[in-house]
């Protein structure tokens, strides 16, 4: 496995299909590091589509978007299974019909190669999550094993943690005070 992309690192450029939509003829579009400029972001890895902790991740990750949103940050989601593949999961799984953020293929494992999140052995994504700020700087990194999902309410509160760039104590939320040094 590469080393792990790690905080105040430089997001590396990319270029993979995505699938976007389940409307006739507008399944699929190109989604690359541009799209991440000027904006924060928030770019996550699952495993594999068809399985059984990653939906229930991708589902939360969509029940949750407005907060993403209202917080002016792209979500992206990815794993190394085909734009064709992710379309057949989002058509045959009830929670995944109506997503609202672009599903990224890495097909040729290289993102998740440049960022390290690849399984030693399995060589697929470990369950990653990268925050993005506008300037394309990563500023924070978790990653979970296969079989461990991720907390979202923890993504957004980091991300409300960091955007206030101010010292934030442990279990800081918005709304609470920050600390002076």
Known sequence: MSRLLNIGEK???FSVNACVSLEKGKEFKTISSENMKGKWAVMFFWPLDFTFV???ELA???????SFNDRDTNLFGVSCDSQFVHLAWRNSHADLKNLG???LADVKKELCEALGVLHATEKVPLRATYIVDPEGIVRWVSV?????????K?????LDALQTD???????EKGKATLSA
């Open 60 to 66: 939360e990750f969509n029940k949750e978007l407005k």
């Open 144 to 152: 979970n094993d296969l079989n461990v999902g991720r907390n979202v």
């Open 166 to 172: 101010e010292l934030c104590p442990c279990n800081w």
């Open 54 to 56: 990653c939906p229930t």
């Open 154 to 158: 923890e993504v957004i509160r980091t």
């Open 11 to 13: 997001f590396p450029n």
């Open 101 to 103: 953020f672009p599903m």
